[in-house]
């Protein structure tokens, strides 16, 4: 396949280039910064990006690139840290940045540049670095500069090499879109037009022979990714697939009857439900820890799952719906970001369980699952849910998580969810959900006083659920869900709103 690769200097905005390429139809992949010129060369790329990252050229521990990445006769294009190399690599020399920017700064293009057609001379860019050129190097010419950085673009037309010291990919640059379009396409020669469907006909055919005639197993559990990469698996392998949807008590209001609605009902599945909520609440008694609570449903999860799976006879194989970003996690140079929360997936079954990885959807972006969704007619009320965590409503539940608790629970939320979708606010969020908090507080309704639970309403907005700033809501739907929620569900006599935001405060509260 036609692709751009990106080396990964461990700059926080790696996967937008890969996730900016994408949306402009150029199919790339991310390698580690120190990935072999053998195993660059191997899959044939038609250019190459080095990113930006944290370091200095000038670090005893400076990530270093193969040094023949630039004498490859490749099209190569270095971002920021990526430029810095460059620069040093091709006989430049690279200072401590007079004035260390961070923000933004007015682009000024000189001469002609296949890079910057198409923009005007002078636009906004992106730009965040401690060092900066000093001299070009020998067959350079300086392209553009910014007040304070004069030399802030560089480029080797004839031997297709070309820096920028700003960053083109983030949103906030003007024009940013086109450098890289200009890069991909003009300079790369990079002709196709991908999109997540041009997936679709050799992953069906790599899903049947790496399946084969036997069987493979499905945790469906009614989110985006799984159901795309199960409707993925079933097109290869129809009923040979046998999903396994665990239901532990601790899901939404309706969760389970669409996942039958759609699955079983409609697609045909060979679908298992299991009612688990028993175990699931029976360990649970008593436990308020969110650690704990987390850890017995990631183990329970497991132990249900792994017994279900051994009633199917002959099942080798386990299709998950791992993404891309959580691939790129495993090779980036960083490494795993700090665990704050234990978070248990179904990503942690297949080690134990001995049983081979079909994941279809690894080289792709959610919103490209999302469109490859489409194209499998998955429906829309499927493919653009908010996220729900592996946990459940359990670490919604502060405190104890009792069946009476999760009823009261369930409702708020359904109430809250009704009126954000009517308000036709549901798609202009990342996430929207109640909580029911461990206390009560006092209240009055009619002549009488109560004293009853407090829900309080989360939403916010995000990109990758990494920060999220909390949803400006109009008051008026504000007012609706706390009013309904007051007068609808018996036992919550206030309504909070949240107003924090990621960081400090995470998305979920426990
Ligand atoms: P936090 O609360 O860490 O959440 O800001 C970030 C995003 O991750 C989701 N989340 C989870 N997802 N298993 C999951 O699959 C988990 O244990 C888990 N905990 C949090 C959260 O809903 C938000 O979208």
Avoid at 435 to 454: A, C, I, K
Wanted: proline residues 5%; contains cysteine.
């Amino acid at each position: 396949m036609d692709q751009i690769l990106i080396l990964d200097f461990g700059s926080q905005y790696t996967q937008l280039i890969a996730r900016r390429l994408r949306s402009l139809r150029v199919y790339c992949e991310i390698l580690p910064f120190h990935a072999s010129v053998e195993d660059i060369l191997s899959r044939n790329p038609r250019g190459l990006i080095l990113s930006g990252g944290p370091s200095s050229v000038y670090d005893r521990k400076a990530p270093m690139p193969d040094p023949a990445v630039l004498s490859l006769g490749l099209p190569v294009l270095g971002i920021c840290y990526g430029m810095q190399l460059m620069t040093l690599a091709m006989g430049g020399r690279v200072r401590r940045a007079l004035r260390r920017e961070y923000g933004l700064s007015m682009l000024r293009t000189r001469g002609e540049s296949v890079l910057f057609s198409g923009a005007p001379r002078g636009f906004r860019v992106w730009m965040s670095h401690g060092d900066e050129a000093e001299t070009v190097p020998d067959g350079f010419r300086v392209t553009a500069g910014t007040p304070d950085v004069p030399v802030a673009a560089i480029e080797s037309a004839e031997r297709r090499l070309y820096a920028v010291q700003f960053h083109p990919e983030v949103y906030h640059t003007e024009h940013g879109e086109r450098i890289l379009r200009n890069f991909a396409r003009g300079v790369c020669g990079y002709r196709e037009r991908w999109t997540p469907a041009s997936f679709l006909d050799a992953t069906i055919s790599a899903i049947k022979e790496q399946v084969g005639d036997s069987r493979a197993i499905c945790a469906l559990s009614g989110g985006v990714d799984s159901s795309v990469a199960a409707a993925l698996a079933y097109r290869a392998i129809g009923r040979n697939l046998r999903c396994i949807f665990v239901d532990t008590g601790l899901l939404r209001h309706g969760d389970r009857d669409r996942m039958e609605k759609v699955f079983r009902d409609r697609f045909r599945f060979d679908l298992r439900i299991v009612d688990a909520s028993a175990t699931f609440l029976g360990r649970l008694k008593g436990v308020t820890s969110p650690e704990k609570k987390r850890k017995i449903i990631g183990h329970t999860f497991i132990e249900v799952f792994e017994r279900e799976a051994r009633r199917i006879k002959g099942a080798r194989f386990l299709v998950q719906g791992t993404l891309y970003p959580d691939v790129i996690e495993s090779v980036s140079v960083k490494g795993p970001s700090a665990v704050i929360k234990s978070h248990h997936n179904v990503g942690g079954l297949p080690k134990k369980m001995g049983m081979e990885l079909v994941e279809p959807l690894r080289f792709l972006f959610k919103d490209e699952v999302r469109e490859l969704g489409r194209t499998l007619k998955i429906p829309e009320h499927i493919l653009m849910q908010h996220p729900f965590p592996g946990p459940g409503l359990a670490i919604r539940v502060l405190g104890e998580v009792t069946r009476e608790r999760l009823g009261i629970l369930g409702k708020a939320d359904l109430i809250m969810r009704e009126e954000i979708q009517a308000a036709g606010w549901y798609d202009r969020i990342w996430q929207a959900f109640c909580v029911l908090l461990p206390t009560r507080t006092v209240g009055v309704m009619g002549d009488e006083r109560s004293y009853e639970n407090v829900a309080a309403v989360r939403c916010v907005s995000s990109v990758d659920g990494m920060t999220a700033d909390w949803s400006r809501l109009p008051d008026g739907l504000l007012q609706r869900i706390s009013a309904r929620i007051v007068s609808e569900v018996r036992g919550v006599n206030r309504v909070v709103y949240d107003i924090t935001s990621k960081p400090p405060a995470t998305i979920e509260w426990e």
